[in-house]
């Protein structure tokens, strides 16, 4: 009994270093599949191999094998439901996963773990169930007498995604040993929140960093129209970090720097992304270069990185496609996209958004109102409102008002205030009051603090010489203290970013600039009303 146990062990050994080798190959793997069920190896004194092949299957892309290594084991122990609720994550099917640790409970005597607890934990915050996520919360005071920081990272996570950053930031308060992860679970939080204040002052009392920590920051910056902070803090990353940026990283810093047209720091970033190993194939770095470029104004670099990948997406003709329609190249766009789609590659709901955009800034409406036709009919793409706002810009832009009403009464979802101001744009473009009077209407409805609508009203009335009416558009924004956004721009000197923000105050702008300005205009009033007979 003794013999044939130490035989199993060593049949177990080397049916693990064959997994090893041959992770990639299918049909090996099965074949070490089958000798290990032939020799007796799934058993309760083997369960690791049987986790080691299931984790293989799930790797491959093969949850029915996994789950079929899963069933194949007489009494799984507590670490091997956790290797199939990882593994229904991983194959981003949280649903599932939680619906098995369910299992766990009711079916099973035994009492979960750690691992499986934030694997729980993980489930609700991808699907945003905070009840039954308040639930596992109860489990972790019943089940863990001294619960890991994975936990209470996990915990964090999950009220974070749930909207509940107050309860996030009380587990964070209440946990007596805090890793790098937990900071940057709260980070997170913060950021997800829109909380970018928060986030910076928990960024700043951080003791050390990681590269995660740094990618949440600068993505949190970037996707908080802070694309600046965003620059100057990957600078602080490249000098103080011990970490290397992610690919993730790079793809937000370039996106900061497509934001503002930062050329110069972009080209700083491109010459990185060539130095550092693996990179420049990285298809989603390429793409971020593309957008860039294009955005920046030089899509002559943005072709020749299009051209020199070896593999393309979608998002790398996408971002083509729109880089063409920043460019006033609509129907170069068109053509791009039918090149597209000769090539194999599948269009996505944004490659549609972005060559309707195009045939909307090049007045191309023919075109536009058959791309659309073509999208509700393509069984892979979803025509969302974003789809039909493009659609009632094309037609405002043309001047198609009543077309643009039409579009509009006929959509299968409620209008948002974007397609409303759409209305209201091309409304005061053609002079259509009462028209521009119902959209605006519509608009403050679903956004009452709306500063844009009351100025296009205010230029409408303003440049019709309706003076009371224009006084009264500015009444209603005072009575309501709504106030409108300043202007900002941002220049690139020497590598250096400067912001510019539009205020009446003197305070916001460097008094040596309004010496110069000052001196201009001096300088235009002579020229205006001198003599020229006198010259």
């Not at 892309?61 to 996994?66: G, Q, Y």
């Not at 996106?255 to 930062?262: E, F, K, L, N, V």
């Not at 010489?465 to 300043?486: C, F, G, H, Y």
Request: net charge neutral; charged share 20%.
């Amino acid at each position: 009994m003794i013999q044939n146990s130490e035989k199993l062990v060593v049949k177990a050994t080397t049916l693990k270093r064959l997994l090893n080798k041959c992770v990639n190959h299918e049909n090996l793997i099965k074949q070490i599949h089958a000798q290990s069920i032939t020799c007796g190896l799934f058993t309760q004194y083997h369960q690791s191999f049987a986790c080691k092949l299931l984790n293989i299957y799930a790797k491959l892309n093969e949850p029915f094998a996994s789950y079929k290594v899963f069933d194949q084991i007489p009494q799984p122990d507590i670490v091997s439901w956790t290797c199939l609720l990882s593994l229904y994550l991983q194959l981003q099917q949280p649903t599932k996963a939680f619906s098995l640790f369910t299992r766990l409970l009711v079916s099973t005597s035994l009492t979960p773990d750690s691992h499986s607890i934030v694997a729980a934990l993980s489930a609700c915050a991808r699907t945003q169930d905070l009840i039954n996520g308040k639930t596992v919360h109860a489990m972790v005071y019943k089940f863990l007498n001294r619960p890991e920081p994975i936990v209470g990272n996990a915990l964090i996570d999950m009220y974070s995604r749930t909207e509940r950053i107050l309860l996030a930031r009380r587990v964070f308060n209440s946990m007596h040993v805090k890793d790098i992860a937990t900071w940057t679970s709260l980070l997170n939080g913060f950021v997800i929140s829109g909380k970018i204040k928060s986030a910076w002052k928990l960024f700043e009392e951080m003791s050390h960093r990681n590269a995660i920590s740094w990618m949440v920051m600068i993505v949190g910056c970037v996707r908080g129209k802070e694309p600046v902070g965003a620059l100057e803090l990957f600078k602080r990353m490249r000098k103080e970090g011990d970490d290397n940026p992610t690919s993730i990283t790079i793809v937000s810093v370039l996106s900061g720097c497509a934001d503002i047209g930062a050329l110069d720091f972009g080209r700083a970033i491109h010459g990185y992304v060539n130095k550092v190993a693996g990179f420049a194939m990285d298809v989603g770095v390429n793409n971020a270069l593309i957008d860039m470029y294009s955005k920046s104004g030089n899509f002559d670099f943005a072709m020749m990185i299009f051209k020199g990948m070896i593999k393309k997406d979608a998002f790398s003709w996408t971002s083509m496609i729109l880089g063409l329609a920043l460019h006033g190249r609509g129907r170069n766009s068109l053509e791009f996209f039918d090149e597209m789609l000769e090539s194999g590659v599948n269009a996505n709901e944004i490659t549609y958004l972005s060559v309707l955009s195009a045939c909307s800034h090049a007045g191309l409406v023919n075109e536009g109102e058959e791309l659309f036709n073509k999208l509700k009919n393509d069984i892979c793409c979803a025509t969302k409102i974003e789809h039909y706002g493009c659609m009632v810009d094309l037609l405002g832009r043309a001047g198609h008002l009543d077309e643009a009403v039409r579009l509009i009464n006929q959509m299968p979802m409620k209008p948002d205030a974007v397609i409303w101001r759409s209305l209201l744009s091309a409304s005061v473009m053609n002079r259509n009051l009462e028209l521009a009077e119902m959209a605006a209407g519509k608009a403050l409805e679903l956004e009452p603090h709306d500063d844009g609508v009351y100025v296009l009203l205010w230029n409408l009335y303003n440049s019709g010489n309706m003076l009371e009416d224009a006084s009264r558009t500015v009444k209603m924004m005072r009575d309501q203290r709504i106030k409108k956004k300043p202007g900002c721009s941002w220049i690139e000197i020497k590598g250096i970013l400067h912001e510019f923000v539009a205020e009446s105050s003197r305070q916001h702008v460097y008094d040596g600039i309004y010496r110069v300005l000052d001196t201009i205009l001096k300088q235009s009033n002579l020229e205006l009303f001198t003599n020229p007979a006198e010259m």
